[in-house]
């Protein structure tokens, strides 16, 4: 059974970085584009960032362009997500998923698995 579990969230003031880590078990995602989503309370899922086929193309929302950095080990098999100057509007639950098969890397709807989530709140 394929899974993706989220690690890395937490407390962190405004202007802090946090990690996240997203580690795959059950398959291998290495030759698989990965991307990072998140839900703040009251609103829908949006993409974060996102890595193409080729993994070597990375893609950002242009609300943290800048400051979020995807990458990935594959000998780990874990995506990463480092956050560097962090908002309050940062705050949210954040998942990552796979996508196995074509479709828009910025949309939801592209990709199979998911990950639980892991808590990320900012504060002012």
């Known amino acids: 059974q394929a899974q993706l579990v989220e690690s890395g969230g937490g407390l962190v003031q405004a202007g802090g970085s946090l990690r996240l880590s997203c580690a795959a078990s059950g398959r291998a995602f290495s030759g698989y584009p990965m991307g990072w989503f998140r839900q703040a309370p009251g609103n829908e899922r949006e993409f974060v960032a996102g890595?193409?086929?080729?993994?070597?193309?990375?893609y950002y929302a242009d609300s943290v362009k800048g400051r979020f950095t995807i990458s990935r080990d594959n000998v780990k098999n874990t995506v990463y997500l480092q956050m560097n100057s962090l908002k309050p509007e940062d705050t949210a639950v954040y998942y990552c998923a796979a996508r196995i098969g074509g479709g828009n890397v910025y949309s939801q709807s592209s990709y199979t698995f998911w990950g639980q989530g892991t808590h990320v709140n900012v504060s002012s």
């Open positions: 890595l193409g086929w080729s993994g070597d193309r990375q």
